[in-house]
T-cell receptor
Framework: SAVISQKPSRDICQRGTSLTIQCQVD?????MFWYRQQPGQSLTLIAT?????????ESGFVIDKFPISRPNLTFSTLTVSNMSPEDSSIYLC???????????FGPGTRLTVL | GNSVTQMEGPVTLSEEAFLTINCTYT??????LFWYVQYPGEGLQLLLK?????DKGSNKGFEATYRKETTSFHLEKGSVQVSDSAVYFC???????????FGTGTSLTVIP
């Protein structure tokens, strides 16, 4: 398994601002992912964070709104840009080692946008 | 395509009752199947998994068997405790990529 930490654990932000969420893993991992969990809902994959190249975004998510960095195999950031109340969600990062492998999740960042 | 259909909640049980949460899936080939649990205010934790047909995953008294013939992976526990109150997610890992597909989650409340 992997130990994953996220910062911040929660935040309350104003409309129109941006927030950067950090994800740190205690070991090198091949795959890192960012998910969104809206209140009372399941998880939706935002993107796969690729080390050394641009992230791969899922349908409905764009780089301008959710820029992602992954400078090395243990760290990634997700920025939520120009926030609106609809962005209020839990944002989770996860890691995995390949096809069919278990994904391990961070504790999540609870974002509230006023 | 790939998808997971999970029993709707919320589910409320008395302590020591039997628990079943149904999960069926649609997928190409033989995906890996997972149950995750999310306790209030926390992230997702892996509860158990199975990687091939007829495999049984088990952990903390919970069990689920990978049934290829019925494309199911139902979660069971013989005697639930108050501490099992959480949201449970069924998920599959597709063989044609790295993406996980999650069910909608089932909220379980166990009352003393």
């Amino acid at each position: 398994s992997a130990v994953i930490s996220q910062k911040p654990s929660r935040d309350i932000c104003q409309r129109g601002t941006s927030l950067t969420i950090q994800c740190q893993v205690d070991s090198q991992v091949t795959m890192m992912f960012w998910y969104r969990q809206q209140p009372g809902q399941s998880l939706t994959l935002i993107a796969t964070a690729n080390q050394g190249s641009e992230a791969t975004y899922e349908s409905g998510f764009v780089i301008d709104k959710f820029p992602i960095s992954r400078p090395n195999l243990t760290f990634s950031t997700l920025t939520v840009s120009n926030m609106s109340p609809e962005d209020s969600s839990i944002y989770l990062c996860s890691v995995g080692r390949g096809v069919g492998d278990t994904q391990y999740f961070g504790p999540g960042t609870r974002l509230t946008v006023l | 395509g790939n998808s997971v259909t999970q029993m709707e909640g919320p589910v409320t049980l008395s302590e020591e009752a039997f628990l079943t949460i149904n999960c069926t899936y649609t997928a190409t080939g033989y995906p890996s199947l997972f149950w995750y649990v999310q306790y209030p205010g926390e992230g997702l934790q892996l509860l158990l998994k199975a990687t091939k047909a007829d495999d049984k995953g088990s952990n903390k008294g919970f069990e689920a068997t990978y049934r290829k013939e019925t494309t199911s992976f139902h979660l069971e526990k013989g005697s639930v405790q108050v501490s099992d109150s959480a949201v449970y997610f069924c998920a599959l890992s597709a063989v044609d990529g790295n993406q996980f597909y999650f069910g909608t989650g089932t909220s379980l409340t166990v009352i003393p």
